[in-house]
T-cell receptor
Framework: DAKTTQPNSMESNEEEPVHLPCNHSTISGTDYIHWYRQLPSQGPEYVIHGLTSNVNNRMASLAIAEDRKSSTLILHRATLRDAAVYYCILRRKFNAGNMLTFGGGTRLMVKP | AAGVIQSPRHLIKEKRETATLKCYPIPRHDTVYWYQQGPGQDPQFLISFYEKMQSDKGSIPDRFSAQQFSDYHSELNMSSLELGDSALYFC??????????????FGPGTRLTVL
């Protein structure tokens, strides 16, 4: 499986934008880029996913590099509630029951 | 909106005992996943079921077994418990109609403590 690389931790100030990077240089053409996050003492939570084009939803934006070898999760205005571990995960298209492989996420700390 | 339900939320067992964890997926979801998260670690995939058939298998010990029932709920059975089995166990569900991989929705987890 293609691997992702993320910084171990990042800090942000409340109400400022946060850019969380992810490198996936061995991504294949059928891999979707998914982001999940895990708040303290909770189960992981889906954030956003994309294939080639940038994506926006109510939680975040996903910017995907033209060569797809990297992507950036953007939180437009960080709140204290966004403090969590953020995981960038590649998932193959058309693969029912495909598990999520969590590893090496970024711990985001948000300062008031 | 209905979420994934897991029971019990907390469980304390002695070494060598057995435990059964239950998972009730979001209504109409056909796929269930089990993950184990040890202290300070990332969640690790154990096993998944699609339409009541085992779909994928990860690092699940032979002492563990699981199944998905006709109403789509799933149970993880753990025998000969060891201290190292102490962890958070998450269940997730998704709708995989047509074989297209979809978002997984996680439950709150069951915290298992083995003494």
């Amino acid at each position: 499986d293609a691997k992702t690389t993320q910084p171990n931790s990042m800090e942000s100030n409340e109400e400022e934008p946060v850019h969380l990077p992810c490198n996936h240089s061995t991504i294949s053409g059928t891999d979707y880029i998914h982001w999940y996050r895990q708040l303290p003492s909770q189960g992981p939570e889906y954030v956003i996913h994309g294939l080639t084009s940038n994506v926006n939803n109510r939680m975040a934006s996903l910017a995907i590099a033209e060569d797809r070898k990297s992507s950036t999760l953007i939180l437009h205005r960080a709140t204290l509630r966004d403090a969590a571990v953020y995981y960038c995960i590649l998932r193959r298209k058309f693969n029912a029951g495909n598990m999520l492989t969590f590893g090496g996420g970024t711990r985001l700390m948000v300062k008031p | 909106a209905a979420g994934v339900i897991q029971s019990p939320r907390h469980l304390i067992k002695e070494k060598r005992e057995t435990a059964t964890l239950k998972c009730y997926p979001i209504p109409r979801h056909d796929t269930v996943y089990w993950y184990q998260q040890g202290p300070g670690q990332d969640p690790q995939f154990l096993i998944s079921f699609y339409e009541k058939m085992q779909s994928d298998k990860g690092s699940i010990p032979d002492r563990f077994s699981a199944q998905q029932f006709s109403d789509y709920h799933s149970e993880l059975n753990m025998s000969s418990l060891e201290l190292g089995d102490s962890a958070l166990y998450f269940c997730a569900s998704s709708l995989e109609a047509g074989g297209f991989t979809d978002t997984q929705y996680f439950g709150p987890g069951t915290r298992l403590t083995v003494l």
